[in-house]
């Protein structure tokens, strides 16, 4: 409910030639009809004039219905046992949209980690007749086996490239597996060198029968590199003196 009040603010918050306004109030509360909200905001500019807003949200919520049965196609056995261990929704779960996008996720993380890039991931359910139950089930397509290739940074300006490519924690030829790009990510965030870093998989022009590999892109946003400091102070012996400081956040010999 929170979430849908908040996108309201914002619609009458947003700069431009219509709503241009400030919040002043917001109450809301639950009622046995469901909801009720009443939202009050103030002109911004010369006029003064306000706005006021009264919601009556009803919901219905439907019947509850939970997971009967979890099966899986295009998957291993082996990988079956260990992706059934990750996933949210299991039998006798309550069945939630938001747990099946996570385990839609869940169940493709599995297969990067094991080298398929481009896996896929279709889910289904089914409702039995009279039962308040789901049958779900997982298609997976893993495609080809890929590989990592070239680490290729961008927005480095001032930070040599090899100290971006030196935290990857893999070599040109290795298997694929996600879980090793989120770890050299994660290494370049500690670095402080980097106000943001983020990363995107491309298809390798290298080619070889029965392989696909892969480059990793690897954008970063460097932070300030000269900081300044500036102060002032007196003594005695000194009288009135300033203090002009620079430090490089970034900055490395080996």
Known sequence: ILRHLFAIVRFYTQPGPRYNHALIEMDHRET?????????????????????????????EGD???????SFE???QVLEAHIRDRLRM???????????????????????????????VAFERSARPGEKVFDIKYIVDPGPLCYFDIVRPRGND????????REMPFQSGYRYDIRKILEGVQNLK????????EWSLV?????????RYKDIHVQVKEATQFPIYLGVG?????????????????????
């Open 74 to 76: 295009g998957v291993e």
């Open 158 to 165: 001032i930070t040599r490239a090899d100290v971006i490519t």
């Open 64 to 70: 509850l219905y939970m997971v009967e049965s979890v």
């Open 32 to 60: 046995p009809d469901g909801w009720t909200a009443r939202l009050e905001f103030q002109k911004k500019g010369p006029s003064a004039a306000s706005v006021a807003a009264h919601l009556r949200i009803h919901i219905t």
């Open 90 to 120: 299991k039998r006798g779960s309550v069945y939630r949209i938001q747990d099946r996008e996570a385990d839609v996720r869940t169940v493709q993380m599995v297969f990067q980690e094991k080298g398929y890039a481009d896996a896929k």
């Open 234 to 254: 007196a003594s005695s012996a000194r009288g009135v003196f300033g203090d002009v400081r620079y430090q490089d956040n970034n900055f490395d010999l080996a």
């Open 190 to 197: 500690r670095r402080g060198y980097f106000d943001e870093v």
């Open 203 to 211: 298809d390798s022009r290298k080619e070889e029968p029965g392989k």
